[in-house]
Structure formats: structure tokens, C-alpha cells
């Protein structure tokens, strides 16, 4: 459900149950459980920003469903509080908990093995990653290699749209990566046609995303004519990457 202005909140249905992933609005949610004639069971948030958990207490007051949050009094006292191993059932689904911190020290993901899917919030996005509002870019690398680690087939639903300018940063860093031109032929013409570039998959991030791509070349490269010594290591690769990106329009 398309929620602000780029944010995605995640309905997960099972019959006539559902759960909620980062409401940061509870105004869609309601509506579409009206729509759909569905019960709220299971709220679950990946971090404390408020366009991911805005939402919450009134969802909570009005549904009684049960909130899944990181262990953190960030988060004051959910039914169900969450750190790295943490496993939960969720509409009959198994999931599990990854720390992953660096876009906030708190940030969690949700990983459904079952379902092939991937819940990661604000930490891997389409073709990108998120800002370091509070931890260090080694964090945040250590965060996405970890779940570029999981199967290839692996869905990735993240909260934003921010796919198709991801994309255009991308090609800038590594041109010649005939997979990414692919991704931005595909991806104009799902927005073109209103619909989202997501879910992604791990396998797609790992061919086209330039911050899993730290290793390569051509990567490392344009690090490097980004920033004098960037190109030295993969660490520092990725943090040239995020400096650049976050000046990029």
C-alpha cells in the first residue's frame, strides 16, 4: 500500500487474516482491512523512524494485534520484542530475526524462509541501501552482505520507491553492467505503466546494486575517481558510494 509520498506499507494476507509490516500510516491499513473484510493479527516494525511505525498504537488500539518490534526502549514495551535469532510465527509462516544496523542502530529484518521473502525496511533497497543516519558504513555494509547472502530467489520487499533513482546513481557508478541497463529498461516501464518496481530479488541486488558490488572493478573505480583512496578497499568503497549518493538527484 503506497503510503506519504515513496513509502510502502507491506499487507501479508493469509484468508481472512492479515498482518501489517512498517505502518507508518494507519489510515491505508484500515481502509484496506475494511475493503477486504480482514483481521489485523500480527504489526511488525523495522525500525523507530516514524514513517515506519506512525501508525502503530492506532492499529494496536484499534485491531488488538499483536506488535513486533526490536528489543530496544526505543520501542517501549511491544507484545513481541525481537534482536538477531529471534524467531516468530506470523500467518502460519516461520520467521526470522536479523540485527542489521547502520541506516539506526535498532533496524531489524524480517526473514520468512517458507515464503522466499525478505522484509528489510530501510537497510537494502532497490538498487540501493539506506542513509547512515546512525551507525558506521562498516555496519551497514556487514548488514547487506548478510543478507545478500541469503538464496538468490529470495524476494525483497523494502519500504520505499526509490528503485529508478537508485538506478540512475548506479548506472554512473558502473556503465558497462549490461544486467543494470536491463533492470532500468524493466523498471521504467512498471512505473510507466503504475505499478512498483518491487519486490526485488537478492540475486538482482547482487548483479546490479553497486554497494554489494564494492568488490568489483569497475566499482571500485569509480570510487576511486569519486574520491582520492576510495577504491582501496571495499569498505571504503562503500562509504565513498553512500557519500556519493546522498548528493545525488
Not at 10 to 39: F, M, N, W
Not at 216 to 243: H, I
Request: glycine fraction near 10%; hydrophobic fraction near 35%; charged fraction near 25%.
Amino acid at each position: 500500500m503506497p503510503a506519504f509520498e515513496d513509502n510502502y506499507i507491506l499487507l501479508l494476507v493469509d484468508g481472512r487474516h492479515a498482518a501489517v509490516v512498517d505502518p507508518g500510516d494507519a489510515a491505508p491499513v484500515l481502509r484496506e482491512l475494511h475493503r477486504r473484510g480482514l483481521t489485523l493479527a500480527d504489526i511488525v516494525v523495522t525500525h523507530h523512524h516514524h514513517d515506519h511505525l506512525g501508525g502503530v498504537d492506532e492499529l494496536v488500539q484499534e485491531s488488538g494485534a499483536r506488535c513486533i518490534a526490536p528489543a530496544t526502549p526505543r520501542f517501549g514495551s511491544p507484545d513481541l520484542p525481537v534482536r538477531e535469532g529471534s524467531r516468530f510465527e506470523c500467518l502460519g509462516e516461520d520467521f526470522r530475526v536479523f540485527e542489521v544496523p547502520g541506516h539506526t542502530i535498532d533496524h531489524v529484518a524480517f526473514h520468512a524462509p517458507g515464503a522466499g521473502a525478505l522484509f528489510c525496511g530501510d537497510t537494502l533497497f532497490g538498487c540501493g541501501c539506506g542513509r547512515l543516519f546512525e551507525g558506521s558504513a562498516a555496519q551497514l555494509q556487514d548488514s547487506l552482505l548478510r543478507l545478500a547472502a541469503l538464496p538468490g530467489e529470495t524476494r525483497v520487499y523494502c519500504a520505499h520507491e526509490y528503485t529508478m533513482t537508485n538506478v540512475r546513481f548506479a548506472r554512473g557508478v558502473d556503465p558497462g553492467n549490461e544486467r543494470l541497463q536491463e533492470r532500468e529498461r524493466q523498471g521504467a516501464a512498471q512505473r510507466a505503466r503504475g505499478e512498483p518496481t518491487l519486490p526485488s530479488t537478492i540475486a538482482l541486488e547482487r548483479e546490479t546494486n553497486p554497494f554489494l558490488r564494492c568488490d568489483a572493478p569497475a566499482v571500485r573505480e569509480a570510487a576511486e575517481r569519486y574520491e582520492a583512496g576510495a577504491g582501496q578497499s571495499s569498505l571504503s568503497t562503500f562509504a565513498a558510494l553512500r557519500k556519493w549518493r546522498n548528493g545525488f538527484r
